[in-house]
């Protein structure tokens, strides 16, 4: 069985400053790892995907998570928020070790970017 | 370039009247989900298709069924709509890696 835990529900930061978003799993398999990120009433955006090609995952917008096994950890970071970052954030699980690829979501994690 | 196109994006429907919602795809991807997400949650797998196999999770209502009649469509019928179906619903699809991709979500709301 696979989980994944977001270690907080809500994150506050000021508009030019680093953003961390946590997130831990746990996973039977080598697992793919994913970062969406949802705007209010729209659709989830993928941000980056882990697959064990590089530890340092780099995506969109200026993101980036690193995956360290020995934590369980992949955590998401910028170096400088903006505004437009303001989002629901989820750390997702890939089941590898089944043929249908089922995702795990985390229960999220609202970030709020202040002027 | 919209690649996950979900029609409508609000629908309102009233308590019990049966509602469609749709899903299309230029990806030609083989597999399409459909999933739940209620407010401040986060999105729960109702069935999928891989091709025309048909997957329904198992805690998935009777009330919630789908069809898939080509490879770029796939339909979400809910046939008696309660208030606690109110919910986003969003449509994905992957092809042979495990990324899904998503599109923009239909809101319901129930009256």
């Known amino acids: 069985a696979q989980s994944v835990t977001q270690l907080d529900s809500h994150v506050s930061v000021s508009e030019g400053t680093p953003v961390l978003l946590r997130c831990n799993y746990s996973?039977?398999?080598?697992?793919?790892l994913f970062w969406y990120v949802q705007h209010p009433n729209k659709g989830l955006q993928l941000l980056l995907k882990?697959?064990?090609?590089?530890?340092l995952v780099k995506g969109i917008n200026g993101f980036e998570a690193e995956f360290k096994k020995s934590e369980t950890s992949f955590h998401l970071t910028k170096p400088s928020a903006h505004m437009s970052d303001a989002a629901e954030y989820f750390c997702?699980?890939?089941?590898?070790?089944?043929?249908?690829?089922?995702?795990?979501f985390g229960k999220g994690t609202l970030l709020t970017v202040n002027p | 370039d919209a690649m996950v196109i979900q029609n409508p994006r609000y629908q309102v429907t009233q308590f019990g009247k049966p509602v469609t919602l749709s899903c299309s795809q230029t990806?030609?991807?083989?597999?399409m989900y459909w999933y739940q997400q209620k407010s401040s949650q986060a999105p729960k797998l109702l069935f999928h298709?891989?091709?025309?196999?048909?997957?329904n999770e198992a805690d998935t209502p009777d009330n919630f069924q789908s069809r898939r009649p080509n490879t770029s469509f796939c339909f979400l019928d809910i046939r008696s709509p309660g208030l606690g179906d109110a919910a986003m619903y969003l449509c994905?699809?992957?092809?042979?890696?495990?990324?899904?991709?998503f599109g923009p979500g239909t809101r319901l709301t129930v009256l």
């Open positions: 997702v699980v890939s089941d590898q070790g089944g043929s249908n690829y089922k995702l795990t």
């Open positions: 882990y697959t064990s090609a590089a530890t």
């Open positions: 996973s039977s398999y080598s697992p793919s």
């Open positions: 990806l030609n991807h083989n597999v």
């Open positions: 994905a699809t992957r092809a042979s890696t495990d990324t899904q991709y």
């Open positions: 298709y891989y091709d025309k196999d048909f997957n």
